[in-house]
């Protein structure tokens, strides 16, 4: 297991930037996939990108495509997503997310995710 800490949230307008950050401990952060999951009220927790162990594959929602990026660096154990061009549909708690699976798989569900950070809120403006 690893413990992680997201960063990086806040109040934006639409059409700006944010990028969150998630901070991992432990010596085994580069064996293990990553993901970012946001949930908005009422609805389900989902995925919104993904990153394999060396960020050779990543993964991304339609609805985020050509918008946000997921990156990751194993030096310092962190994963990042930079949101651009925000919109008020992104609105949402984001969650960072680990799970051990090989080194070439992104899970797409948040059952086969083992560890999760505390959330950080987002929240776009119109």
């Known amino acids: 297991q690893v413990q992680l800490v997201e960063t990086g949230g806040g109040l934006v307008q639409a059409g700006g930037s944010l990028r969150l950050s998630c901070a991992a401990s432990g010596r085994t952060f580069r064996s293990y996939a990553m993901g970012w999951f946001r949930q908005a009220p009422g609805k389900e927790r989902d995925l919104v990108a993904g990153i394999s162990w060396t960020g050779t594959y990543t993964y991304y929602t339609d609805s985020v495509k050509g918008r946000f990026t997921i990156s990751r660096d194993n030096a310092n154990n962190t994963v990042y997503l930079q949101m651009n061009s925000l919109k008020p549909e992104d609105t949402a708690v984001y969650y960072c997310?680990?799970?051990?699976?090989?080194?070439?798989?992104?899970?797409?569900?948040?059952?086969?995710?083992?560890?999760w950070g505390q959330g950080t809120q987002v929240t776009v403006s119109s």
């Open positions: 997310a680990a799970s051990t699976v090989p080194w070439h798989a992104i899970p797409k569900t948040g059952g086969e995710y083992g560890s």
